[in-house]
């Protein structure tokens, strides 16, 4: 029996549905029960301990996920995201993708740091602030740019419905993110 296009889109759909929802929930349930609080100076504020323990937890649990997922779903379109990630390119893909942090470690800093005037300070929050996002921005472009991307670009999901499918997942982590201050 063979499977038609349109069952073939809608399970890449599913797939990569179900997927990115688990990050999300899994990544998520990890930030609001983890507290790496205690790994900070004291000299920090407790708003900024809080801060801090969001995004280490976020970042690292993301990578791992990705990782174990590329390892355990043995997802072809997970491993190559990762390969494709890890790639040298092209000096103005770099340009694109220094802007692009920038912006990430500024919207980070702007938007989290307890005291956003200190965001110029020279400190250990914002050292972290600043390191830790790679690691989730990482983990995520893996995620929602490539994986997402690529399985249903192997089903032949028209383009738009790939990019509204990614967008959607990118924005719904980042719900999470934004907390009783959006």
Do not use: C
């Amino acid at each position: 029996m063979s499977i038609n296009p349109a069952q073939l889109q809608i399970r890449a759909a599913v797939e990569v549905i179900l997927v990115a929802s688990a990050y999300i929930l899994i990544s998520t349930t990890a930030v609001g029960t983890i507290d790496a609080r205690p790994l900070f100076p004291a000299a920090w504020s407790l708003a900024e301990k809080a801060t801090g323990s969001g995004f280490l937890i976020g970042a690292v649990v993301q990578a791992i996920l990705v990782l174990l997922g590329a390892y355990f779903l043995v997802r072809r379109d997970l491993r190559t995201a990762i390969t494709a990630g890890l790639a040298p390119s092209t000096g103005k893909a770099w340009t694109i993708a220094a802007i692009a942090t920038a912006i990430h470690v500024g919207t980070g800093l702007l938007l989290f740091l307890p005291q956003p005037e200190r965001v110029w300070e020279v400190s250990e929050l914002n050292l972290i602030l600043s390191v830790v996002p790679a690691a989730d921005g990482w983990s995520q472009e893996v995620l929602f740019r490539g994986y997402v991307l690529l399985r249903l670009a192997r089903a032949n999901v028209p383009a738009i419905t790939q990019v509204l499918i990614s967008g959607i997942l990118f924005a719904a982590i980042h719900f999470g993110y934004a907390g009783e201050t959006a």
